[in-house]
């Protein structure tokens, strides 16, 4: 049985006037009428933000947006066409819309699904953002149904069919052109992911979620202890960053980020989530230690440039916030207070949605406005921002893995 922390808010008194004057900024524009070429999954974010400040008590009357702004992305699903990706396509709506509405709402996206991870042969990467991990996600979210279920058992046979074994246990490669950041790095010739976003730690938690559930069965708890050893033997203790960003081809990396995307801070929260759901308090020990030396990393040496959630402050606030919530360490709340006046600070007049744009590291590095989204835009920021005030369970973070 799974012992759930209660959600706590962390905000300090001093911040919460101008954190709150964001908010409802914020929340001005996510209830703007969309115009044509704004794409469902931004306007599902708009309905999910707007209906998390309204649990919240933060709302101010804005709830009868909620629904007009989910009927319009469902609409549009016939008019765009999205790929099958948690992040950024078809099944950030339908996880959006399965968490707003329920039963009934994504009958068609069920089969869709079904079909899409049928094949034995996986041609598609593993990952959360845009492969068999995130399709396990939206399976969990349906899993009160039997459709949702069946895609978490396919998903399940699917990572068992591909994983590498070792002798560290089981792990999946990624492939140079499955490698989401190989424009930072065009010499980059695939590797064994480590973070949470392309990585194996987010099989960890999908599995752990899915024996929790029990949609994955025997063999869901077998790939979860490997794939877990696995993860556990890339730990360098002592260096800047306990996790690298990939091992393979020489890639492993000391100054890995502080992000959820990659780095230490979103693992950590993976690995106290998936010890306390499996009842090990070992691995949940690894996990907070993780998460408090990421906390104590000197906020220069974070290489934090922007605000939002994938790679930004905003994200580190929600998961020093989850790390408060389940051990009531007031050194995981400092970090989260530090990151929420960074974020506050990383505003530029006229610029992006409220002041945020994001930051695309690279070769040809550069700034860019994403919009209202979840992942790299002013919808992550904004939900981050109304949790961290608010004592009303933030399950919009299952969709990030922050969660179990």
């Known amino acids: 049985m799974l012992n759930r922390p209660t959600w706590r808010p ?127 996600l939206y399976g969990l979210e349906a899993s009160s149904r039997e459709e949702g279920r069946l895609i978490v058992e396919r998903v399940v046979r699917r990572l068992e069919e591909s994983a590498e074994t070792t002798d560290r246990g089981i792990t999946w490669w990624t492939a140079p052109d499955e490698e989401r950041r190989v424009e930072e790095d065009p010499t980059y010739k695939g590797g064994y992911d480590v973070g949470v976003a392309h990585g194996v730690p987010a099989v960890i938690g999908f599995l752990a979620r899915a024996s929790i559930n029990d949609c994955g069965g025997a063999a869901a708890r077998s790939i979860l202890a490997r794939a877990t050893a696995w993860l556990l033997s890339c730990r360098r203790k002592g260096m800047e960053s306990n996790f690298p960003f990939a091992e393979g081809n020489g890639r492993h990396q000391s100054n890995v980020r502080t992000a959820w995307c990659y780095g230490d801070p979103g693992i950590a929260v993976i690995l106290e989530a998936v010890g306390r759901s499996v009842g090990d308090n070992d691995l949940r020990e690894i996990g907070i230690q993780v998460g408090l030396d990421a906390a104590g990393r000197p906020a220069e040496r974070c290489f934090v440039a922007d605000a939002p959630f994938c790679h930004g402050a905003s994200g580190l606030v929600q998961l020093y916030g989850r790390l408060f919530s389940a051990t009531g360490d007031a050194r995981f709340r400092h970090a989260a207070n530090h990151w929420l006046r960074a974020m506050l600070s990383m505003r530029v007049p006229n610029e992006g949605v409220c002041g945020y744009r994001s930051w695309r590291p690279g070769k040809n590095a550069h700034w860019t406005t994403e919009g209202f989204t979840l992942l790299n835009g002013a919808g992550g920021i904004g939900l981050a921002l109304a949790a961290c005030m608010s004592d009303v369970e933030p399950n919009w973070d299952r969709l990030f893995m922050c969660s179990l």
């Open 10 to 136: 962390v905000i300090e008194d001093e911040l919460r006037t101008p954190a709150l004057t964001l908010l409802h900024e914020l929340a001005d524009v996510a209830a703007e009428a969309p115009t044509e070429d704004v794409l469902p999954p931004e306007l599902a974010a708009r309905a999910l933000f707007l209906d998390y400040l309204e649990r919240c008590g933060l709302g101010k009357g804005r709830a009868g947006r909620v629904n007009g702004l989910l009927d319009v992305a469902i609409t549009r699903f016939g008019e765009v066409k999205l790929p099958i990706w948690l992040h950024g396509g078809l099944l950030e709506v339908a996880w959006i819309a399965e968490q707003l509405v329920g039963e009934g709402v994504n009958t068609e996206v069920d089969r869709v699904v079904l079909d899409y991870v049928e094949p034995k042969e996986w041609p598609h990467c593993y990952d959360l953002l845009r492969g068999l991990v995130g399709i396990g």
